[in-house]
C-alpha cells in the first residue's frame, strides 16, 4: 500500500489534535506532508517533532524563526514558511494527497480553495469556507476533480446515511428531507432572560464535545448549527427549507436523512470526532479511529425537541441569510466572528451576539456573488459595519 501524504490545515486546534491522532494509528498508510499552526506554538512544535512533516507554517516571520531554531536544536528536519502564501503552498503542494481543512473561521478559506483548485481530496472541517463562498466554492469542485467529503459530524452522518448517486438530486434518490441534530450547547435548558449575564467560561463549557473557543460559542447561541445548515444545502444541493433542527442532547445520533417511502436512516455514535476524521480519511474503506464502542444500554434513551426560536436567534438569522443567498452568507459569517471576539473578550453580553449580526444583515445589501474577491470585499466590509456597532454601544 502506498503512503497517502496529508496536510493539516489548523494542526494546533481540536479537529487537527484529533486528525493526527488518528494518523499516528497508521503510520504505515499515512504521512504527514505539512502542519499548520497559528498562535499555539508550543503544541505546534511538539506535532512536529512527533511527526516529522516536511514544512510547518506559522503566521509570522517572527513565529517562524523561534520555531525554526527550536527545531534544529532537536534535530528536526521541517522547514518552517510563514504566511498566507505559504499556507495555500502546502495545501496545494503536488506530493499532497489529502488536505485536512480545519482552520477556524474566514482565515481558512484561501487555503481550502487553494487544496480545491489543486484537485486534492480535501476533508471540510471549516465549514465557514464554504458559507461564505458557496456556489463559487462548489464549482471550483467539480471543475478542478476535486473530492469533497465533510468533517462536521452532522455533515459526515449526512453522508453516511445518503446514496453514493445523491448528487443526481436528492429527489432522484427519493430524500424528502433532511434531519440536522443539534446537542442544544451549554444553554439548552435555561431560560431566554438568564442568557443576558452567561460568561465566556460557560458559553465555552460544552456538555457533550471538546472544542475551541469560538466554535463553543457557536454551539452556545446555535449559530453553529445555523453555518451547519448553510453547509448542507451546498454540500448536498437541498433548499434550506429541506433541512430541519432538532435538539438532540446526547449526540449521539449525528444526524437523519428521510426518504419518501417512510424510512429515516441515521448515523450513530459516540461524541467523539475522530469517528468522521477516520470515516473521511479512509473512505470508502473503514479503519480504527481509536473511538470506544457505542454502549445503547448506557445510553438509554434517545430525546429530541424542537429549537427554541427565542432562546436562538442565530439560527433564525442564519436560516435567513441561506434563503437570500448571494453575499448574505458572508455578512453572517463576518459579523458573527466580531461578534464572538468580543463577546470572549468580554466587551459585549452574549445577547449582544445576534443583535450585532442582525445590525451587520440590515446595513449592507445582499448582492450575487462574482468572484473570490468580491466575497472577501464583502467579509471586509461587514466586519466594519460590526466593529463600528461595537464602538457606538460601549
Known amino acids: 500500500m502506498s503512503v497517502t501524504w496529508v496536510t493539516v490545515l489548523g494542526a494546533t486546534g481540536s479537529i487537527g489534535v484529533s486528525t493526527l491522532d488518528v494518523i499516528s494509528r497508521h503510520t504505515q498508510r499515512y504521512a504527514v506532508f505539512a502542519l499548520t499552526g497559528h498562535s499555539r506554538m508550543s503544541v505546534l512544535k511538539a506535532q512536529c517533532l512527533a511527526h516529522n512533516p516536511r514544512y510547518a507554517v506559522v503566521a509570522n516571520a517572527a513565529q517562524a524563526l523561534v520555531l525554526q531554531t527550536h527545531l534544529r536544536e532537536a534535530r528536526c528536519l521541517t522547514e518552517v514558511l510563514a504566511g498566507g502564501d505559504a499556507l495555500e503552498q502546502v495545501a496545494a503542494a503536488e506530493s499532497v494527497d489529502v488536505v485536512m481543512a480545519a482552520i477556524v473561521g474566514a482565515a481558512g478559506l484561501r487555503p481550502t480553495l487553494a487544496a480545491v483548485r489543486a484537485g486534492k481530496r480535501v476533508l471540510l472541517a471549516n465549514k465557514e469556507a464554504l458559507v461564505m463562498s458557496g456556489a463559487l466554492f462548489m464549482q471550483a469542485v467539480q471543475k478542478h476533480g476535486a473530492v469533497l467529503l465533510p468533517i462536521d459530524s452532522e455533515h459526515n452522518a449526512i453522508f453516511q446515511c445518503l446514496p453514493l448517486d445523491y ?3 436528492m429527489a432522484s434518490v427519493g430524500v424528502r428531507r433532511i ?24 458559553a465555552c463549557a460544552h456538555p457533550n464535545w471538546s ?16 453555518l451547519e445548515l448553510i453547509e448542507a444545502s451546498w454540500l448536498f444541493n437541498v433548499r ?10 446526547q449526540s449521539v445520533v449525528h444526524s437523519l436523512v428521510d426518504y419518501i417511502d417512510g424510512s ?3 448515523q450513530l455514535g459516540n461524541p467523539d470526532m475522530r469517528t468522521p476524521i ?14 470506544s464502542p457505542l454502549d445503547l444500554l448506557t445510553v438509554a434513551r434517545l430525546d429530541f425537541r424542537p429549537p427554541d426560536p427565542v432562546m436562538f436567534p442565530c439560527l433564525r438569522l442564519a436560516r435567513e441569510a441561506a434563503e437570500v443567498g ?3 452568507c458572508a455578512v453572517l459569517n463576518a459579523a458573527n466572528e466580531v461578534a464572538v471576539e468580543a463577546f470572549l473578550g468580554r466587551r459585549i453580553g452574549f445577547t449582544d451576539i445576534p443583535v450585532i449580526i442582525e445590525h451587520t444583515l440590515e446595513s449592507l445589501v445582499p448582492e450575487s456573488v462574482q468572484d473570490l474577491d468580491h466575497i472577501l470585499l464583502t467579509d471586509r466590509l461587514a466586519r466594519e459595519h ?5 464602538t457606538n454601544h460601549r
Open 386 to 390: 460590526a466593529l463600528n456597532w461595537l
Open 167 to 169: 448528487a443526481r438530486g
Open 240 to 249: 434550506p427549507s429541506q433541512i430541519e433542527v432538532v435538539i438532540h442532547p
Open 179 to 202: 434531519l440536522l441534530t443539534a446537542s442544544g450547547g451549554p444553554f439548552r435548558d435555561m431560560q431566554a432572560g438568564d442568557l443576558s449575564s452567561v460568561t465566556p467560561e460557560q
Open 211 to 226: 472544542m475551541g473557543q469560538k466554535i463553543s460559542v457557536d454551539s452556545a447561541s446555535m449559530m453553529n448549527k445555523g
Open 264 to 266: 429515516v436512516i441515521a
Open 278 to 291: 477516520a470515516h473521511a480519511l479512509a473512505w470508502p474503506e473503514r479503519v480504527d479511529s481509536g473511538v
Open 326 to 328: 448571494g453575499t448574505a
